[in-house]
């Protein structure tokens, strides 16, 4: 592999943005392929599970250049246009991604990528519009020295523009949030409900938002569970 391929997994849209700070906004996506972590109700599992999936057939290697070319074709009729890089883990690639990243923001399109927070954002900083992180809390079932890494959030929060997005299933969970929030101090925070179905999405935002008003903060849906279910592409 050169630094000028890319491990994608998916290119999509126009679709909308289904969630945090962008949501409802018309969008491309391109979904990176592989994670270096392994979360427990992870719904990108096709990224990453070669226990589950074949990575031949879910992971292909792309010249930056046909990435760029494929978003930009599907994309030309988008008045504002936004492309969302998420995975996966995107920035495992991000030396390769930043020509993506170069390409677009030359073209007027804004960009946002959606991240874990455990690999520094390195090249990308100052050449990205918002980073999404997403630290994962215990209930992804991973230990936290690998789902945590307190200094690379903290970059995050002081190099570039960003928002937090906790994923969380009970409000009992908001407790381990308002610690790393204490810690990191992120200008944004958005609490998102654990759900692939419209039943779990509504009942955990019901249970979650009262809390979530009471703490300042945000709560976040996925508006492509709401229209699209669970499916893929979307
Ligand atoms: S970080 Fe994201 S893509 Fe990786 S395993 Fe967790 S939920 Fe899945």
Redesign the pocket.
Known sequence: MTSTTLWVSELFGPTVQGEGASTGRPAMFLRTGH?P???SW?D?RY??DWSLYSHKVEVRPMDVHEVWSALSAAGAELPTPLLVVT???PLLQREALLIVVESARREGWRVEVET?GVIEPGCLVGKVDLFTVSP?LAN?GMPARRRLKISTLREFVGLTDHVFKFVVRHPSELEEVEAIVADVSPKSVVIQPEATDNVSLAERSRILVEPVIRRGWTLGTRLHITLWGDERGR
């Open positions: 994670c972590l392994r979360c992870c990108t990224t990453w995975g996966g883990e874990s994962k992804s």
